[in-house]
DNA sequence: TCTGGGGTCCTAGGACCC
DNA sequence: TCTGGGGTCCTAGGACCC
């Protein structure tokens, strides 16, 4: 049977879900960010056409386009549509694996391999009728103003590759003898798994274009990369990424990360930005019924400057929407517990240890990222006994998802009484989204 | 005016055990 | 008292993805 496997894309996902619920918005560039200080994290297809895309400071889109709407991120409407949209394309398989919030691999080797009348259809041809099928289903049941771009191949890299090559709303078919042209096409960053390090070091071995890496000796490559070699070698030949398979995969963390605005950079303010997160992190493994024992704290420190760091090598740059940026000075720590963790009052106390055995210097009002990641989860099904004081805790832990739940985060929180006064005069910067609207809830906090 | 926040995988090197 | 090598676990951090 020829396998084949689809890889539909939705276009400009967070923005076409803001139009799709906001009739005004439709045909009108958008642009969604987490706060106005920062970037766009997604553009409308309109905005686009102004210049203005992912990565793109606020400041610069309003520059490109003044009557930009702006807009803060909207998650719970986002899954509601990737949920909608996942139920769509199991009616067409089993083998489904939903990739990221906007996107999802489809095995539909079965339903492509057919015999109509004693005579073997084309499966590629069966393909792309389904595909269009449920590019059409996508617009009458799921929103009709959401757009999705697809496409088929044998496997799920080639089948990655085509649906990006046609946007919005495309449908690339790459058949076994079409194969050959993309290397003509591609460069080698346009493979998933190739980035600008990678294709740095590749370059350094004179390999500059995708023919030059499907050429170049398997043996080599280990040689040099060791296991990334085979992954770099069937990259290559196109012959499958780095993760085949359709797996389930269980959660292996939950983390949460906040970047602390520039105004709000000073001495102290850490802690709390600290016990939100932790209590963030704390309800989502209640939610997903995980616990974990490995605790990560991590900092960023501002950028250096690009002169710091000509001439040295540059590890340490990362990339991301299409950009280079400067030197990050990072540090983090991971400690395994030796017990489990799930309360977020204990995930705030154990990650204030770590971040007091970081020993930073927390005058340094340059600090301006902290993230606390829980790992090493488990469900809490295969426990018998959780917690210390379960019987106390979880009703109270309970009412308070509940009350949450409802009227969102921090509606009602447990705060240790030394940061309530920072977290009651929201002196630290969290709630920036005041500046889109005001919550229609009031906060309340009590002291704990 | 000047860069988000959620993840996974892999490696290197140290600790520790046999 | 001194020494070998293999295996495993742990942590820090880089690279990459959306």
């Known amino acids: ?247 389930d995969e269980p959660i292996k963390s939950i983390g949460h990360m906040y970047t602390v605005a520039k105004e709000y950079r000073k001495p102290g303010v850490l802690e709390p930005v600290l016990y939100k997160l932790s209590e963030m992190v704390g309800a989502r493994l209640r939610v997903n019924e995980m616990t974990g024992d490995v605790l990560h704290v991590h900092v960023h420190t501002l950028a250096k400057p690009m002169e710091q760091i000509m001439g040295e090598d540059v590890r340490g740059v990362s990339e991301g929407f299409g950009r280079t940026y400067k030197n990050i000075d990072c540090v983090g720590k991971s400690r395994r517990l030796g017990y489990q963790i799930q309360d977020g009052r204990d995930i705030f106390l154990e990650s204030m240890a770590t971040l007091k055995s970081l020993q930073l210097d927390t005058t340094d009002a340059s600090m301006y990222l902290v993230g606390v990641t829980v790992a090493s989860l488990q469900p809490t099904s295969n426990q018998q006994s959780l917690f210390r004081f379960e019987n106390i805790k979880k009703p109270v832990m309970t009412a308070l998802d509940k009350v949450n739940d409802k009227y969102g985060d921090f509606t009602l929180a447990r705060v240790p009484a030394f940061l309530a006064r920072d977290i009651i005069r929201d002196s630290i910067g969290f709630g920036r989204m005041k500046e889109f609207k005001s919550s229609p809830v009031k906060r309340t906090f009590y002291g704990h």
Not at 110 to 138: H, S, W, Y
Not at 202 to 231: A, Q
Request: net charge positive; aromatic share 8%; with cysteine.
């Open 1 to 247: 049977m020829q396998r084949i496997i689809a890889h539909i894309d939705m276009n400009s996902y967070f923005a076409s879900v803001e139009q799709q619920d906001n009739l005004a918005w439709r045909g009108q560039p958008v642009g969604v960010c987490e706060h106005l200080g920062g970037i766009i994290i997604a553009a409308s297809v309109e905005a686009k056409k102004w210049g203005i895309k992912t990565g793109t400071p606020v400041w610069e889109a309003k520059r490109l386009y003044p009557k930009i709407f702006l807009t803060p991120t909207h998650p719970d409407r986002y899954r509601h549509y990737t949920a909608k949209f996942l139920k769509v394309f199991a009616d067409y398989t089993d083998d489904l694996e939903k990739y990221s919030i906007d996107e999802a691999f489809l095995d539909i080797t079965k339903i492509c391999n057919t015999i109509k009348n004693g005579v073997r259809q084309d499966p590629f041809a069966e393909a792309e009728a389904v595909v269009r099928e449920i590019k059409l289903r996508m617009k009458t049941e799921v929103g009709d103003w959401l757009r999705c771009s697809a496409g088929i191949g044998t496997n799920k890299l080639i089948a990655k590759i085509a649906s990006d090559m046609q946007k919005p709303d495309g449908l690339v078919v790459v058949r076994p003898e079409d194969k050959i042209k993309l290397y003509d096409k591609l460069a080698l960053t346009d493979i998933p798994g190739i980035g600008f390090r990678m294709e740095r070091r590749l370059n350094l071995l004179g390999i500059k274009t995708l023919k030059d890496l499907r050429d170049y000796p398997h043996s080599k490559l280990v040689e040099k990369f060791g296991i990334p070699g085979h992954h770099l070698h069937s990259m290559g030949q196109l012959e499958g990424s780095w993760k085949e398979g359709f797996i």
